[in-house]
Structures are given as C-alpha cells and as structure tokens.
T-cell receptor, first 112, second 115 residues
C-alpha cells in the first residue's frame, strides 16, 4: 500500500534562517506531488506541484522554493524565513487526474 | 477557471441530528469533486469523491454527498451527527489539462457537535 511521510512534525525557526521540509511517498511510481500551506483558521493554499522529477510549478510568488530530486521525494525550502512563512505545511500526492489527494500529517512551522 | 465556495464557515448541530455542509463549485470542464475532513493539527482525510459516476456518493463514517450539475453543488450530509464528527471539512474541485492536476480547496467549514 502507498504511504506518505512528512517531517518534521513541528519546527520552530528564527527569522532569516533557512528551511528544508521533506516529503517522501512509498508504494507508487511517478506520483504527482504537492505542497500546500494552511494559515491559522484558513483554507489550503497551493504552493507548488510537480508531475515529474525536476518539474516544478509554482502557484504563488513568495519566499519559498521546491525541488523534486527523486521520483518520490519532494522538498520545500527557503533561504531566509520570514514571519509570514509560519503555518501548517502539508505534502500530498495523487496518482492521476481525478484521483484523490493523499496527505501527509503536516509540519507546523513557527517562525519567531 | 475553477473555484469552490463553502457557504458556511461554521455549522453547529446537536448530537444525533442531521448534518448539512454546503459546497458550490465552478468549473469549465467536468470536475472531480471531493470532501476531506481535518482534525486539529492533522493532515486531511478523504471522506468521499465524485468522478462522473453515480451522482450520489457514499463515503466513510456515514457521510454522503450528491452531485447536482444544474445547481453546481456538492453538499455533504450525514443523517445523525456524532461527537467525533467535530472537525473542519473541505470541499475540493479538480480539473487538469493533460499531464497536470490542480486541486482547488474551499475555505472550510468548521463543524461543532453539541452534546
């Protein structure tokens, strides 16, 4: 069966520090991968998605970047965190068009 | 362009009474529609999905939703609320051109279940 791993679960980082969040999927090949952010009390904002290795689509211009160095690995990064980067970050994958998204357990990021 | 509107940000029901969470969508193409549930500080769990098969979709935990194309709606219902249903619920629409798949989320409805 397919599983998705996302870590760390919680993270507290100072303003200006770098960020690296990692997500891996097991049990499937060539998944579509997604990073979402959820601000407190708000819906999910699509940040990036990827349909293949090295292929990244950015939805919102911001302080973050994403990379997909391997088929089932998706990394969210920042060189210098801002206070506004605080939030709940969710990684997800899907098999194909019309298929459901499957989510990781999320990372709670607090930038201080 | 796709969009999703969840008509209520908060819904309160008494335990044992019916639940109705409303969702309207906009899509230029035949959409796939989903409902997800999120408990505090957790990821999202799929409740049910509509992908152009039966218009009445049954999901987990007694939830179901009906796709009504004429009304562009996909409301979520449950006959009898349970305390464990208290959570946030998201309606999602998806359409992708060849090779790309974007999912658009509603802003969520927080369900409160009163004892």
């Amino acid at each position: 069966s397919q599983t998705i791993h996302q870590w760390p679960a919680t993270l507290v980082q100072p303003v200006g520090s770098p960020l690296s969040l990692e997500c891996t999927v097991e049990g499937t090949s060539n998944p579509n991968l997604y990073w979402y952010r959820q601000a407190a009390g708000r819906g999910l904002q699509l940040l990036f998605y990827s349909v293949g290795i090295g292929q990244i689509s950015s939805e919102v211009p911001q302080n973050l970047s994403a990379s997909r160095p391997q088929d089932r690995q998706f990394i969210l990064s920042s060189k210098k965190l801002l206070l506004s980067d605080s939030g709940f970050y969710l990684c997800a994958w899907s098999v194909h068009r019309g298929s459901p998204l499957h989510f990781g357990n999320g990372t709670r990021l607090t930038v201080t | 362009a796709q969009s999703v509107t969840q008509l209520d940000s908060h819904v309160s029901v008494s335990e044992g009474t019916p639940v109705l969470l409303r969702c309207n969508y906009s899509s230029s193409y035949s959409p796939s529609l989903f409902w997800y549930v999120q408990h505090p500080n957790k990821g999202l769990q799929l409740l049910l999905k509509y992908t152009s098969a039966a218009t009445l979709v049954k999901g987990i935990n007694g939830f179901e939703a009906e796709f009504k194309k004429s009304e562009t709606s996909f409301h979520l219902t449950k006959p009898s609320a349970h305390m464990s249903d208290a959570a946030e619920y998201f309606c999602v629409v998806s359409h992708g051109a060849s090779g790309t798949y974007k999912y658009i989320f509603g802003t969520g409805t927080r369900l409160k279940v009163l004892a």
